[in-house]
């Protein structure tokens, strides 16, 4: 018995020597989530009191809290987004500087326009927050009652019929070349400077169709005729106007609003940033806003963004392409 105890001994000392010559095992380090360590700079690319202005300013009334610094929102409206964006190229990639971009901004202006100083591709995507609902609407006038009483007229005007849009190569202007495309007949397009002009134009009856947010037709409806949203589902704002796919037309047109940081800012802060974004997302207070303003919410982290954008930027120059919009001419 003393022999084994004698043994047990040495081994467990043996074992605690090898122990204190071994290193010891370290747990493993994790990188803090990166803060920033000064103001953060949201650069919006139209001017104060849009829908894209409110929107930053919604946003930045919870995350400013939640990176522990404040968010100062700064309007540089100017070249459909090129003064904005050409402000946050210049900026350094360390997090403090994102831009507040949209589809018309970022992904169908760019399109029809090969001279711009800069490419989308560079900046680095980091959250898709929202997308505008788009629908259809007709002047009063027009002796149509739903849609396809609207394209069976649209198809035999001779002259063809005219579509207002909110500017020349904006989403809107592309939608309406691609209700063309999709329904096979012909329009003459008229831009407007704006949303709100357009569809004041439509309730007038100076001009015949118009491809415009929900959210700017909606006030307008007992004074134009909305014959359906071009969303994949019916949307929560006028739930008894029916999609162009129910009726028949596969046709999906939106505008997607999100962050971009500076051309080569590193994920980890990419990352950072969009999961304080998504905590303000995350809200029933924010979400209830988007709703009630015409939006639809989104929640795209960086890498699904980038994903999201490859894509918009396929389905929109196919119809810049085929349409021929260019900014040159």
Do not use: C
Request: net charge positive; charged share 15%.
């Amino acid at each position: 018995m003393k022999h084994r105890t004698t043994m047990t001994r040495r081994a467990l000392f043996g074992a605690a020597a090898a122990l204190g010559t071994a290193p010891l095992a370290r747990p493993a380090l994790t990188q803090a989530p990166w803060r920033p360590n000064r103001p953060v700079r949201v650069v919006v690319p139209f001017p104060p009191g849009g829908a894209t202005d409110m929107l930053a300013r919604l946003i930045g009334t919870g995350l400013g809290d939640r990176l522990g610094q404040p968010l100062v929102i700064e309007n540089r409206p100017g070249g459909s987004g090129v003064v904005a964006t050409q402000n946050l190229l210049t900026s350094p990639a360390d997090g403090h500087s994102i831009i507040l971009a949209t589809a018309d901004t970022h992904t169908v202006m760019p399109l029809a326009n090969n001279r711009l100083p800069y490419r989308v591709s560079e900046f680095v995507p980091v959250s898709g927050i929202a997308s505008v609902v788009f629908s259809l609407v007709t002047r009063p006038g027009l002796p149509v009652q739903d849609l396809q009483g609207f394209l069976r007229h649209a198809r035999a005007a001779n002259p063809p019929l005219n579509y207002a849009s909110y500017g020349y190569a904006s989403v809107s202007h592309a939608a309406g070349e691609l209700l063309k495309i999709a329904a096979g007949f012909d329009m003459t397009h008229v831009p407007f400077q704006g949303a709100g002009p357009g569809v004041l134009a439509i309730t007038a009856d100076q001009v015949d169709v118009m491809m415009v947010p929900v959210a700017v037709a909606q006030p307008q409806r007992s004074r134009l005729k909305m014959l359906a949203v071009a969303n994949a589902e019916r949307f929560a704002m006028v739930p008894d106007v029916p999609t162009l796919k129910e009726q028949g037309l596969d046709v999906t047109a939106d505008a997607w609003i999100g962050l971009l940081a500076a051309p080569h800012t590193p994920p980890a802060i990419a990352e950072a940033l969009h999961a304080a974004v998504r905590s303000v997302q995350d809200t029933p207070a924010f979400q209830e806003t988007l709703r009630s303003n015409g939006f639809s919410n989104r929640g795209y982290g960086p890498r699904e963004f980038a994903t999201y954008l490859s894509a918009e930027a396929e389905r929109w120059g196919q119809v810049v392409r085929t349409a021929h919009i260019s900014i040159e001419g």
